[in-house]
C-alpha cells in the first residue's frame, strides 16, 4: 500500500478502484458479524470454500464475508448477488448444493424464504416483508462491504466525502453548517442536535488547543446491538465521520471508546485505523493537508455508566467511572481539561451520508425536529428478531407487526420496552405512537440508543420493573445517593411485590421514589433510573394491585407468588404438586387425602375437567406437560376400588344455624359441603328430582359415569345434608318463607340451563331439539325421538356430547356438526372435537342456519349460509361475517340447537335482587354477595355455562363468605399466596430412571377405539396402570420446592 | 460579575462561586452534608439540590457544584425540591440510622415517617473521608470500590495502607461515625428527638453563643423533655 501525500492522488486512485470492472459472476454474501459465527456463519464460509476447492470452481464465483445485516432471526444465511436471493437458515449439509444452484444459475425454490402471511416463498430481498418495509441507508452498506477490505468501501463510494471536504479551504464551517442544516440529533438516545455540539467545540480554545473527538461506542444496553453491527461491518463509515467532524471542529485527537466484550468490532475497527493510517489518512499531515488528526481505540471495562459522558472521559482518563455534574460541559472541558466532543457510533455513521447527498436531501426522510433514521434493535416475544432501520417518525405498529412480523406464536402483544435499562415500558394501546424522541418520552420513555424489547401476556411487568431496577442497582456508580439508594429500595420493594408482600402504600411510596430519583439524581443513568418502573407503574398499575392484594400474577412468572403453576391456576388450589409427589412415592391414600381436602367432587374432576392445571406447566417446556387430571384419575380410581375415602366424618362440634342452598349443582353441593364441614345445618333445595345439576343432567355417560357420580355424591351427603328434591324455588317456596323459617343465610346456585334460540324461521318445527333437553332425557333413559340424518348446530361442548350421544344411540346414519367460525375458536375442548371426529362425526365450520323448511309442522331441510370471518369482537374472537349469496340446503330429519346456555332468572323475578342488563344477578364478584341481605349467588347462574371447577370453586368461596356473614364479621375475599400445605421431600432418581424420564413424553392412555365406542356409552379412556402414574409422577419438576420455603425446606430436610 | 436572582433576590456574585456559596452568602439555608468548604464539591449527597430556571426549562441540580451564571434563576425550597430532599433524608436515615447529623436533617425538614426497611449501615458513602484524606492529608489512602449496590470505601486491596498516617481526619470530618445517634432503637429507626422535644436546661436562654459548646444542648448533658408544642413525638414516647 502506498502512503499518499495528496489528496488529488489519491482521489484518483480511489476513483480506479471504485470504477474497476466487476467481473459478472455471481457473489456469495456471508453475514459473519458476532451473531453470525455464533450460529455457524464461519463453517458454512468454510464449507463453500472447500467445496469450490474440491470442484475446482474457481472464477466461478466470487464470496464476501461481511459483517451483521440486522437479520437475525434467518442466520446463518447466504445472499447471493446480484439478484439479492437469500437462503436462510441454512444447514451445513445444504451448502454445496445450493454452491453448485448459484454457479448454474438456478434458485432452490425450497430453500427460500417463506413468508407465514402471504404464504410464499420470497426469491429477493427485498420480497421480505422484514426488509420491505425497512429504509436503509446505514445497514444497507454492510452487505457491500467486507469490513476488513478498505477497497469494499472505496467501492461504495466511501472516504469520498472525505476527500470532496479536502478539496474545499472553507470545509470546517460548511461541514458544522450541513450537519446543523440536517437536524442530525445524537443516536446515542439524548437527542441533542450534533450540528449546535460541533458549533460549540469548534469555538472552543482558539485553534491553538488540543481538542478531543470521541466516538462513544460503550454500547451497554441488554439487547442493544445497532453500534456493534456498525463496527463490525464497517468500520470505515465510522473513521470518515469522525475526520469530518476533526475537520469540522479542528479536533487534534480522536478516541473511540469501545467495550471490551465487543471483540470482533475492535478487531475490524484496529485493521481499518492501520489501513487508514497506511494510507495516509490518519495520523500527521493527512494527505499532504497538513491536517492532524490521529484515532485510538480505548477499551471500556464494561461498566454501563460509562456511556454517560463525564462518567466516560474520566474513565478515558483512567480513572474510577464516575460522572459528574455539568456544567462545566465536555465541550468546554472534557478529557484532561480539553475541549471534548463526544458523539455515539451512529451518529458519526451518519455524517458521511450527510455530507455526500447534502443536507437539503437529508431532511427528506423523518419527520419535524427528527430527521433521518435510525436503527433499532427489535428482540423479544417477536417473529423476525434484528436490527431495524426506518425513518424516525416511523409507528411502532409498524416496526411490531410488519416488520418484526407480530407475535411468534400468535399470541397477544402487551408492551413494548424501548431504549433499555432508561427507556420505559409503551403498552399496545399506545403502538400508534410514532417513534421519535419528543413522542417517547412524552410516553414515559426513551429513545435512548434503540433497544425495542416486546413483551407478550406471559411477561409480568412487576418483573420487568424489577429486573431492570436489579441491573441499574448493580451498574449505578454509587457516587450520588439517590440514585444509589433510590435504585436499591426499588429493587427491594419491588422484589417484595413480586413476592407477595407488598402493601398498598408501597405504590404511593414507589411513585415519590422514582420520581426523586429522576429529579435529583447527578448523571442521565439516574435521571431515567426510574423510568422502566415509572412507565410500568403508569400503564400496568392494575398488575400491581394484583400482586399486592390479589397475590396474583396474571403472567404467571413471579416463583413466589405462583408456587408451582398447576396448583396456581386451579380455581380451587388443588395441591397437584404434593399428590403427584405422593403418587410418585406410591403412597396413594395420603395422594387422595389432599385431592379431597379441597375438592369434595374428585373422581368427577379427575374425568370432565378442562386442567388448567396443565396448561402453564414447566414440564411443558421441554417436553409434555405432565398428565395431571389423568395422575388425579388414577388416584381417585384407586380409592374407589380400595374403599378409601369414601365417607367423611360429620363435623364433631354443630352449629345450630340454618343455611339454605338452592340448586344441587357442582357449586351449590360445594358450597353446602363446605358449610356443613364446619359444623353448620345446610340444606339444599333441589328442583329435579336427581341431585348432580348439569353432572347428573347433562355430561353423557360416555364421559362421566353414573357410578363415578354417585361416589362424590354419596361422599358429599355422609357429611350430614339435608336434601330435598323436586322443590322449585318461586313455585313450592320463597326467599321470604326460607328467612322465616329461621334460615340465616341462602345460596342461589341453580345455573344455567335455558337453551338460547337460533331465532330463524320455523324453529318451532317438530324435530328441532335443543341441545341439553336432548342431553338430560337421554341421561335420565326417556325415550328420545331421533330421525336419520341429523345436524347439531353449535361449537360449544354440550353441541359435541349431543352429537356423539346422538352417534352412540345408533338410530341415525350420519350426524354433522355445524358451526359459525373455525376449528380455531371453537369453545369445545379441544379433545373432544378429535374424539367425535375419530367417531366419524362431520364438522362443517363457518355454515350458520338461516331457515329451517318445514313440511306439515315436520322438519324437512334447513338452509344453511356460508360464514367468513371478519374483525374481532369484544370476546377477541373473529366476528363471523355471512358470504353473500352462498345459501345451501341440507336435508336433516332432526336439528339439534346448542347455540348455548343462559340462567333463567324468572323465577326470581319477586325477590328483590338486583340484576344486571343482561338478566343475571348482580354480585359482588369477590365475596358473591348480592344486594340483598343474606343472599349469595354463584356459579353458572352468575358467570353463564361454565366450566365445572369453577363452579365448585364459586361454591367454595361463597361458603367462606356465608360464614364471615354468619359470624358476624366483615365480608371480604381474603387472598393468600399459593403454597403446599405439606413439603414433600423429592424422590431421588437412579441414573437408568433419569435416563428413562428424559424423554419427557405422557403415557399413552389406553383408549376404547373409535370404531367400536361409537356404539355404547361406556367410558373411553383408560384409567393410568400404576406403572405408568409411577413414572408419570416421578417426571414432575416440583415447581412448589423452588420457592424460598420450599428451598429452605429441602435444606432442613438435608441437615436432618 | 455574574448576576444571578435566588429566591427572588438578586445577587451580583463573584465569577468562581458556586449556588451554594451564594445562597450562604445571602443566608439561605440550603442543606448539606457532603459539602465542606475546605474540600472540593463533590455533589454526591444531594440534600444540596436547588431548581434551576433557565429559558423556560427546569430542573434540579446540586448547588455546591453549580457555577453562578449570568441570568441564572434559583429556587431553594420548591415543592419539587422540597419533595426530592425528604426521599433522599429518608433513604440515607434509612441506611444509617444511627447518625445525629442525619436524624437532626431529618428532623428538620418535617420527615415523620421511614417507610423502607432500615439498613443500619455505618456509611452513607458521602465520599468526605476520601476527600478529606487525598485534599486535606495529602494521604491518599483510601478510596472507593466497586459500583452500585456493592460500593464501599476502603484501603486498596483492603489491605492496611502504608499512606495511612493515622491522623484521624477522615473520622474528624465523617458525618455518621463522629456524631452518633443513641435514641434510635431498631423498631423506631427515626429518632429527632435532639431538634424537636429536648432542649438544654442549664441555662435560661441558650442559643450557638450562649451554650459554651455552641451545640444547642447538642452535647446532651443537660437536656431534658421540653414542655409544650412538639406534641406527636410526646405521643410517640408515651407509647413507648
Redesign the interface.
Known amino acids: 500500500m502506498k502512503k499518499y501525500n495528496s489528496v488529488r492522488e489519491f482521489y484518483n486512485f480511489m476513483l480506479s478502484v471504485s470504477q474497476e470492472q466487476k467481473p459478472d459472476i455471481p457473489c456469495i454474501v456471508i453475514s459473519a458479524g458476532t451473531c453470525g459465527q455464533a450460529n455457524g456463519a464461519s463453517d458454512i464460509a468454510r464449507i463453500i470454500k472447500r467445496h469450490v476447492l474440491e470442484h475446482n470452481l474457481h472464477g466461478r464465483l466470487s464470496l464476501r464475508i461481511t459483517g451483521c445485516l440486522g437479520n437475525c432471526q434467518m442466520e446463518p444465511f447466504i445472499l447471493i448477488e446480484p439478484e439479492d436471493i437469500i437462503y436462510p437458515n441454512l444447514k451445513a449439509d445444504d451448502v454445496p448444493q445450493l454452491v453448485d444452484a448459484v454457479i448454474n444459475g438456478r434458485v432452490a425454490e425450497d430453500k427460500l424464504y417463506y413468508d407465514p402471511y402471504s404464504m410464499k416463498r420470497c426469491h429477493a430481498i427485498k420480497d421480505i416483508p422484514f426488509f420491505r418495509y425497512q429504509q436503509s441507508v446505514i445497514l444497507e452498506k454492510n452487505q457491500k462491504v467486507d469490513p476488513v477490505r478498505i477497497t469494499d468501501y472505496f467501492k461504495t463510494g466511501g472516504y469520498s466525502a472525505f476527500v470532496k471536504a479536502l478539496f474545499d479551504s472553507d470545509a470546517d464551517r460548511i461541514i458544522v453548517d450541513e450537519v446543523t442544516k440536517s437536524e442530525l440529533r445524537g443516536r446515542g438516545g439524548a437527542g441533542f442536535p450534533t450540528g449546535l455540539k460541533w458549533k460549540l467545540t469548534k469555538e472552543q480554545g482558539g485553534g491553538s488547543a488540543e481538542k478531543f473527538l470521541i466516538c462513544n461506542a460503550d454500547e451497554g444496553d441488554p439487547g442493544a446491538y445497532m453500534d456493534r453491527s456498525i463496527l463490525e461491518g464497517n468500520p470505515h463509515s465510522i473513521l470518515e465521520g469522525m475526520l469530518l467532524g476533526a475537520m469540522a471542529m479542528k479536533a487534534t485527537r480522536g478516541i473511540v471508546y469501545a467495550r471490551s466484550e465487543y471483540p470482533l468490532a475492535i478487531k475490524h475497527l484496529t485493521i481499518a485505523l492501520r489501513q487508514a493510517k497506511e494510507y495516509g489518512l490518519l495520523g500527521k499531515n493527512i494527505l499532504g493537508t497538513g491536517l492532524d488528526f490521529d484515532i485510538s481505540i480505548i477499551k471500556g471495562a464494561g ?1 454501563f ?1 460509562c456511556g454517560e459522558e463525564t462518567a466516560l472521559i474520566r474513565s478515558v482518563e483512567g480513572k ?3 460522572p ?2 455539568r ?2 460541559f465536555p465541550v468546554k472541558k472534557g478529557v484532561w481539561g480539553y475541549p471534548t466532543c463526544i458523539n455515539n457510533v451512529e451518529t458519526f455513521a451518519n455524517i458521511p451520508v450527510i455530507i455526500n447527498e447534502t443536507a437539503e436531501n437529508y431532511i427528506k426522510t423523518g419527520i419535524e425536529k427528527n430527521r433521518g433514521t435510525k436503527i433499532f434493535s427489535l428482540v423479544g416475544k417477536i417473529r423476525n428478531t434484528g436490527l431495524v432501520e426506518v425513518p424516525l417518525g416511523t409507528k411502532i405498529r409498524k416496526v411490531v407487526y410488519d416488520i418484526g412480523g407480530g407475535h411468534p406464536e400468535n399470541k397477544k402483544i402487551k408492551a413494548i420496552q424501548t431504549g433499555g435499562p432508561s427507556g420505559g415500558c409503551i403498552p399496545e394501546k399506545l403502538f400508534d405512537l410514532s417513534i421519535d424522541y419528543e413522542s417517547l418520552s412524552q410516553a414515559g420513555s426513551i429513545m435512548g440508543s434503540g433497544g425495542m424489547i416486546v413483551m407478550d401476556e406471559e411477561t409480568c411487568m412487576v418483573d420487568v420493573a424489577k429486573y431492570f431496577a436489579d441491573f ?11 440514585c ?6 426499588m429493587h ?1 420493594i419491588l422484589t417484595n411485590i413480586t413476592e407477595g408482600k407488598g402493601k398498598i ?1 408501597d405504590l404511593q ?1 414507589l411513585e ?2 422514582g ?2 430519583v429522576k ?4 448523571c442521565g443513568l439516574g435521571q431515567t433510573a426510574a423510568n422502566p418502573l415509572l412507565s410500568t407503574l403508569r400503564y400496568f398499575k392494575d398488575e400491581f394491585i394484583d400482586h399486592i392484594i390479589k397475590k396474583k400474577c396474571t403472567a404467571g412468572t413471579c416463583q413466589e407468588i405462583i408456587s408451582s403453576s398447576c396448583q396456581y391456576n386451579c380455581p380451587i388450589d388443588t395441591e397437584a404438586p404434593v399428590y403427584i409427589s405422593y403418587i410418585a412415592k406410591k403412597k396413594y391414600k395420603e395422594a387422595l387425602e389432599i385431592i379431597k381436602k379441597d375438592n369434595p367432587f374428585a373422581s368427577v374432576v379427575a374425568r370432565v375437567c378442562h386442567h388448567p392445571c396443565e396448561r402453564r406447566c414447566k414440564a411443558n417446556e421441554s417436553g409434555d406437560a405432565i398428565s395431571i387430571r389423568n395422575l388425579k384419575r388414577f388416584v381417585t380410581d384407586f380409592g374407589l376400588k380400595n374403599k378409601l375415602l369414601l365417607h367423611v366424618l360429620p363435623p364433631k362440634q354443630k352449629i345450630d344455624i340454618k343455611v339454605a342452598i338452592i340448586g344441587s349443582g357442582p357449586a351449590g353441593l360445594s358450597c353446602g359441603f363446605t358449610l356443613a364441614e364446619k359444623g353448620y345445618n345446610v340444606t339444599i333445595f333441589e328442583k329435579h328430582s336427581v341431585i348432580g345439576g348439569m353432572l347428573s343432567l347433562a355430561i353423557p355417560e360416555y364421559r362421566l359415569p353414573q357410578k363415578i357420580l354417585k361416589a362424590d355424591l354419596d361422599y358429599i351427603k355422609s357429611i350430614g345434608l339435608d336434601i330435598q328434591t323436586n322443590k322449585s324455588l318461586g313455585k313450592d317456596f320463597n326467599l321470604d318463607l326460607l328467612f322465616k323459617k329461621n334460615y340465616k343465610a341462602v345460596f342461589i346456585a341453580t345455573g344455567a340451563y335455558k337453551s338460547m334460540n337460533l331465532g330463524i324461521q320455523g324453529e318451532n318445527s317438530n324435530g328441532v331439539i335443543h341441545g341439553i333437553k336432548l342431553l338430560t332425557d337421554i341421561k335420565l333413559g326417556k325415550e328420545v325421538n331421533i330421525g336419520k340424518r341429523v345436524a347439531v348446530v353449535g361449537g360449544g361442548n354440550s353441541a359435541v356430547d349431543a352429537a356423539r350421544s346422538i352417534l352412540r344411540l345408533g338410530k341415525s346414519d350420519s350426524v354433522t356438526i355445524f358451526y359459525r367460525r373455525t376449528i380455531a375458536e371453537m369453545p369445545a375442548f379441544k379433545e373432544e372435537i378429535e374424539a367425535a371426529s375419530d367417531e366419524g362425526i362431520k364438522i362443517e365450520f363457518l355454515t350458520s342456519p338461516c331457515k329451517i323448511i318445514s313440511d306439515k309442522g315436520k322438519i324437512k331441510a334447513c338452509e344453511f349460509i356460508r360464514m367468513e370471518l371478519g374483525e374481532p369482537d369484544e370476546s377477541g374472537r373473529r366476528r363471523p361475517v355471512p358470504v353473500k349469496h352462498s345459501e345451501f340446503i341440507v336435508n336433516v330429519d332432526t336439528l339439534v340447537v346448542s347455540v348455548g346456555e343462559q340462567p333463567d332468572t324468572s323465577f326470581l323475578q319477586e325477590e328483590k335482587i338486583e340484576f344486571t342488563k343482561w338478566g343475571t344477578i348482580k354480585i359482588n364478584d369477590e365475596t358473591f354477595t348480592t344486594n340483598r341481605h343474606g343472599v349469595f349467588a354463584g356459579g353458572d347462574l352468575v358467570t353463564g355455562p361454565n366450566t365445572v371447577i369453577d363452579a365448585i370453586s364459586a361454591g367454595k368461596i361463597a361458603a367462606e363468605s356465608i360464614q364471615q356473614f354468619l359470624t358476624g364479621k366483615e365480608v371480604k375475599r381474603k387472598y393468600k399466596l399459593t403454597r403446599p400445605s405439606v413439603y414433600v421431600k423429592p424422590i431421588e432418581l437412579s441414573e437408568k430412571e433419569q435416563e428413562q424420564l428424559f424423554e419427557a413424553k405422557r403415557p399413552k392412555i389406553i383408549q376404547h377405539c373409535a370404531k367400536d365406542r361409537k356404539y355404547d356409552f361406556f367410558v373411553i379412556e383408560k384409567t393410568l396402570t400404576e406403572k405408568q402414574a409411577e413414572k408419570e409422577a416421578k417426571r414432575c419438576l416440583r415447581c412448589d420446592i423452588m420457592t424460598k420455603e420450599g428451598r429452605e425446606f429441602v435444606e432442613k430436610d438435608k441437615i436432618v | 460579575m455574574p448576576n444571578i436572582k435566588i429566591d427572588g433576590i438578586n445577587i451580583e456574585a463573584p465569577k468562581n462561586w458556586t449556588v451554594l456559596d451564594a445562597a450562604k452568602f445571602l443566608g439561605l439555608e440550603i442543606p448539606s452534608l457532603c459539602y465542606d468548604p475546605g474540600l472540593t464539591a ?6 444540596c ?1 436547588v431548581e434551576i430556571r433557565e429559558s423556560g426549562r427546569s430542573k ?3 448547588s455546591c ?3 453562578v ?1 449570568e441570568g441564572l434563576e434559583v429556587f431553594t425550597a420548591s415543592k ?1 425540591v422540597v ?3 425528604k ?2 433524608i429518608e ?2 436515615v ?2 444509617c440510622p444511627t447518625s445525629k447529623t442525619l436524624q437532626d436533617l431529618a428532623a428538620k425538614m418535617g420527615v415523620k415517617k421511614v ?3 432500615p439498613k443500619w449501615d455505618k456509611c ?4 468526605l473521608c476520601v476527600r478529606m484524606c487525598e485534599e486535606q492529608m495529602t494521604g491518599k489512602a483510601i ?2 470500590t ?6 464501599k470505601i476502603t484501603t486498596p486491596f483492603d489491605v492496611t495502607s502504608e499512606d495511612c498516617r493515622r491522623c484521624g481526619g477522615c473520622i474528624y470530618i465523617c458525618p455518621v461515625c463522629m456524631a452518633r445517634c443513641e435514641g434510635t432503637q431498631p423498631s423506631e429507626v427515626l429518632c429527632g428527638r435532639c431538634e424537636n422535644s429536648l432542649q438544654p436546661t442549664c441555662l435560661d436562654i441558650f442559643d450557638n453563643y450562649t451554650c459554651w459548646m455552641g451545640l444547642k444542648g447538642d452535647c446532651g448533658t443537660c437536656i431534658t423533655e421540653k414542655d409544650g408544642n412538639n406534641n406527636d413525638l410526646r405521643e410517640v414516647k408515651k407509647n413507648n
Do not use: H, W
Request: hydrophobic share 30%; glycine share 10%; with cysteine.
Open positions: 461498566s455508566v474510577m467511572g464516575q459528574r455534574q456544567p462545566p441499574l442497582r448493580d451498574e449505578s456508580c454509587g457516587k450520588c445517593s439517590v444509589r439508594e433510590g435504585t436499591q429500595r427491594e402504600e411510596l415519590e421514589l420520581n426523586a429529579d435529583a439524581s447527578m | 463533590g455533589g454526591n449527597c444531594r440534600l439540590i434540579i441540580v446540586s457544584t453549580y457555577p451564571q419539587r419533595n426530592a430532599r426521599i433522599i433513604l440515607l434509612a441506611q417507610r423502607f426497611m452513607i458513602y458521602c465520599g478510596g472507593f466497586n459500583r452500585g449496590y456493592n460500593l
